[in-house]
């Protein structure tokens, strides 16, 4: 009976704790519906909560500041608080009085599963059920790739850049760089190119007018604050031209030199330190290196290792940070090698390349090869070129035998006379312009010595001088024209002579004006002339005299007869105010 019973006991008490809880919970769902806030009774419209993340990519890299939200649907006007639950290792600490939890720096740890829940600030203190997970990941910090064509630069040419990041992802803005050499380190500064510092949409920038040998690198940002990439490993464009405050000399001079030779480099330029870099052929530039991996470097020269088989481009990068030509370099284990110049040649100049053996003499023909084709098939190991122009530029080789030689570009650099005749053609200009002023200058000074009346006076601006001045500048100008007829061959001038003899009657009646004809003569000193006339008469001092013929006019004495003086006439003086006796 004891045993019956136990069962049935535990199984009633089961049903009874079911049904208290059923009602209890019942009863606390009742008193948050009777609660001010919204009416949950409707299990429809009851609040639930969302975790979003706030990006724009789905994509997310350490160092960028990140922000997930948790949005209450249905949730009404009420206040709420924010929960939140993460799978991550990273500790995030967040305010439970506004939705977002924000990450100012995230780290890859950061990276793991997120949810959250809403908590009403009611007195009920009603809990919404916890949103679903969203998934973050945070990746390393990304690098940019940066490739540029072409490699090396040709005369007026431009250079393109291409950027892109290393996970490619959306948002980005490109930015690009000029690397400046730091001889504190093996590294490099970089500055901003022109153009570019607000970053650019496209992928790719060009380049014009680069002349020399440059480095550029380019990084990607995104966002407000913009967060970059780091930058790309520097990509160089090379030129075979001498800077001129930075060159680098090979000696011997050429491009392919055997194992068992001795090559150095040397940097010449306007600085006290140098670096020599390298970069080998066909390879990225993560492959750069300096002179102590694999030369010797004394002073401003490095020696070159004999170990070195493969080709690379060398350069030379000064203190003040400045990149010198660059030179494409092979030690060859070969028993042939092309010697062909290592720094580009001038249209017009002479070159000469030729083949050379390791082991052995040249026994048979030697055939020059450009670009593939045979150009010269003889016994002689030379192949000259007496002016070398830009058609000769090209791939050269040489063959022996079965002896092949590496091959080796030769380039061409146009001569730009022109450039070179421009500064004889501003000196030559200064000095016409000097004779000119000069010319111009004794000309002046020669009309003013032959015409006192080439400078005319000039009125005074000022109204408060006198009317006797004015008087007095009216009547040179009217004199200087005068005289200034009087050279020019008019032969007769009337002039008015008033006689003032006798002042006391001038006051009293009118004045008489006597008119005068006046002749000029040249009267000079005439050799073997005897005979003088009364009106031709000969003074030594070679003045100019005239004839003055007066003839009254209006009221004269009975008998009053015409008269003839001479008057000397002096060229600056004034003619109404000459004496007349």
């Known amino acids: 009976m004891g045993h019956t019973l136990t069962p049935l006991f535990v199984l009633g008490l089961i049903l009874l704790n079911t049904l208290l809880c059923g009602h209890a919970e019942g009863q606390n769902y009742d008193d948050k519906s009777a609660d001010d806030g919204p009416d949950y009774a409707d299990m429809e419209k009851r609040p639930t909560a969302v975790a979003t993340l706030q990006s724009n990519w789905?994509?997310?890299?350490?160092?960028?500041?990140?922000?997930?939200?948790?949005?209450?649907?249905?949730?009404?006007?009420?206040?709420w608080e924010y929960r939140w639950l993460t799978s991550s290792s990273q500790t995030s600490s967040y305010n439970p009085h506004i939705p977002e939890l924000s990450i100012s720096f995230a780290y890859v740890s950061h990276s793991g599963y997120y949810r959250c829940m809403g908590t009403m600030k009611s007195g009920q203190q009603y809990r919404t059920e916890w949103s679903d997970y969203i998934k973050l990941t945070v990746s390393g910090k990304p690098r940019s790739v940066l490739t540029a064509s072409p490699s090396w630069l040709s005369p007026g040419g431009a250079v393109t850049l291409n950027c892109e990041a290393e996970r490619p992802s959306a948002g980005w803005r490109f930015s690009w760089y000029k690397a400046v050499p730091k001889l504190s380190d093996t590294s490099y500064s970089y500055e901003p190119l022109p153009g570019s510092s607000n970053g650019t949409e496209q992928d790719s920038f060009v380049v014009h007018g680069q002349t020399g040998t440059a480095g550029y690198a380019c990084r990607a940002g995104r966002g407000d604050p913009v967060y970059y990439t780091y930058y790309s490993e520097p990509m160089f464009v090379f030129s075979g031209d001498p800077h001129p405050s930075s060159s680098l000399t090979v000696s011997p001079d050429g491009v392919q030199h055997f194992t068992s030779g001795s090559v150095s480099l040397n940097c010449e330029g306007n600085s006290s330190r140098w670096r020599v870099r390298r970069v080998p052929q066909n390879?990225?530039?993560?492959?750069?290196?300096?002179c102590p991996h694999w030369g010797t470097m004394t002073g401003s020269t490095c020696s070159l290792d004999r170990n070195w088989h493969a080709g690379a481009a060398y350069w030379c990068e000064s203190g003040s940070g400045e990149f010198s030509n660059a030179v494409n370099i092979t030690i060859q284990n070969e028993n042939i090698i092309l010697l062909s110049p290592a720094r580009p040649v001038t249209e017009g100049d002479a070159v000469s390349l030729s083949c050379k053996l390791r082991r052995g003499e040249f026994g048979s023909v030697v055939l020059f090869y450009r670009n593939g084709?045979?150009?010269?098939?003889?016994?002689?190991?030379?192949l000259k070129i007496p002016a070398v122009s830009k058609s000769d530029e090209g791939m050269y080789k040489c063959q022996h035998s079965r002896d092949v030689s590496p091959q080796s570009w030769m380039s061409v650099k146009v001569s730009r006379p022109e450039s070179a005749s421009f500064p004889v053609l501003l000196i030559v200009g200064l000095v016409c312009a000097i004779l000119l002023m000069i010319l111009?200058?004794?000309?002046?000074?020669?009309?003013?010595?032959?015409?006192?009346?080439?400078?005319?006076?000039?009125?005074?601006?000022?109204?408060n001088q006198g009317s006797d001045t004015n008087h007095v500048v009216n009547q040179s100008e009217a004199q200087c024209e005068k005289y200034s007829a009087l050279l020019h061959g008019d032969t007769h001038l009337y002039d008015s002579v008033e006689r003032s003899e006798d002042t006391d009657n001038d006051a009293d009646g009118p004045k008489d004006v006597?008119?005068?004809?006046?002749?000029?003569?040249?009267i000079r000193e005439k050799a073997g002339n005897k005979r003088e006339s009364e009106e031709d008469q000969v003074y030594p001092d070679g003045n100019l005299y005239a004839q003055i013929n007066h003839h009254n006019k209006g009221q004269s004495p009975p008998g009053a007869t015409d008269e003839t003086v001479y008057s000397e006439v002096k060229p600056g003086t004034a003619l109404g105010n000459s004496a007349a006796t």
């Open 283 to 290: 390879t990225a530039s993560s492959y750069l290196s300096s």
């Open 58 to 79: 789905p994509d997310i890299y350490e160092g960028e500041r990140i922000a997930l939200r948790c949005e209450i649907k249905d949730g009404g006007d009420a206040e």
């Open 440 to 463: 111009l200058l004794l000309l002046y000074q020669y009309r003013v010595a032959k015409d006192p009346c080439f400078i005319r006076p000039i009125q005074p601006e000022s109204t």
């Open 514 to 522: 006597t008119y005068s004809l006046i002749e000029l003569k040249n």
């Open 373 to 382: 084709e045979l150009i010269q098939n003889d016994t002689t190991r030379e």
